[in-house]
């Protein structure tokens, strides 16, 4: 997530590539970066890497946070810090870096790699300008909305996790063609560019899935005939299932 984050970044018109600095372990990643993006700075030095930072995003797993934290010098009058770790909040933060430290929650999802990810921010002691500032920035990598910390487990199920939702059901719906005598990598096409469209019909039209069904489903058509097989086997309630065990508080 750190790579497609500092990608997108060096994609964007916010900040220039040059004052991007990545910092990651692994010499063969921060290679790969440098080959891409040949102004980019890389180091293995977290410390070195946010000496001078305005921003400071840590895209680590939840149990490294606290220990990384420790080994990086922060300004809290100076800097932002952005986590990308899923379930630390603001409260634990504050225990670590104290109380006046700007800190941002962001939770992404793998579509950021494509520049397409539906991003989730919270802040904490945060101006309108800072804010608006995060929001630009990864509204240039998908989409961004401005969240409160309480929505972040719910809005990560229907996110982050719901990724993998919509992406199991072109998997579904692919085996589906094959099984009707659909080449697999047709079908695949078919079906993801399907997929594209509804929600490009969502998102660039004052609309609601329902609207969009009706204007589908012809009275004795074989669209309607699908849409109720669904609902008799149980779809709308196995999605509302799934979102709800994945929001894990």
């Known amino acids: 997530m750190g790579g497609a984050i500092a990608r997108g970044l060096a994609k964007g018109s916010i900040i220039r ?14 290679d ?6 040949p102004a980019m700075q890389v180091t293995s030095n977290n410390a070195e890497a946010v000496h001078e930072a305005d921003i400071v995003l840590l895209a680590v797993k939840p149990w490294l946070i606290e220990p990384v934290l420790k080994e990086l010098p922060l300004d809290a009058e100076k800097q932002m810090l952005v986590s ?3 379930g630390i909040s603001f409260a634990q933060f504050e225990e670590w870096v104290g109380e006046k430290m700007t800190v941002f929650r962001v939770i992404p999802n793998t579509a950021i790699s494509q520049l397409e990810s539906m991003t989730l921010i919270a802040s904490h002691h945060a101006t309108q300008e800072q804010e608006q500032l995060l929001l630009d920035i990864f ?3 998908g989409l961004a909305m401005l969240i409160p910390e309480k929505q972040m487990a719910a809005t990560t199920a229907l996110t982050s996790c719901g990724i993998a939702y919509v992406l ?7 085996q589906a063609g094959i099984e009707l005598g659909v080449y697999p990598k047709d079908a695949q096409r078919m079906v993801a560019q399907s997929v ?17 069904i009706d204007k589908v489903t012809t009275p004795g058509g074989i669209t309607i005939r699908g849409i109720n097989e669904l609902e008799h086997e149980g779809f709308t309630s196995a999605i509302i299932k799934a979102m709800k065990v994945s929001c894990v508080k």
């Open 168 to 174: 199991k059901y072109i998997q579904a719906a692919m």
């Open 139 to 141: 509204n240039e990598m």
């Open 84 to 86: 990308v770790a899923a």
């Open 32 to 37: 790969a970066l440098k080959l891409e993006f």
């Open 17 to 30: 590539t040059e004052d991007i600095c990545v910092s990651n372990p692994s010499l063969a990643k921060l």
């Open 196 to 212: 594209k469209g509804a929600a490009s019909l969502i998102l660039n039209n004052d609309t609601h899935p329902s609207v969009e």
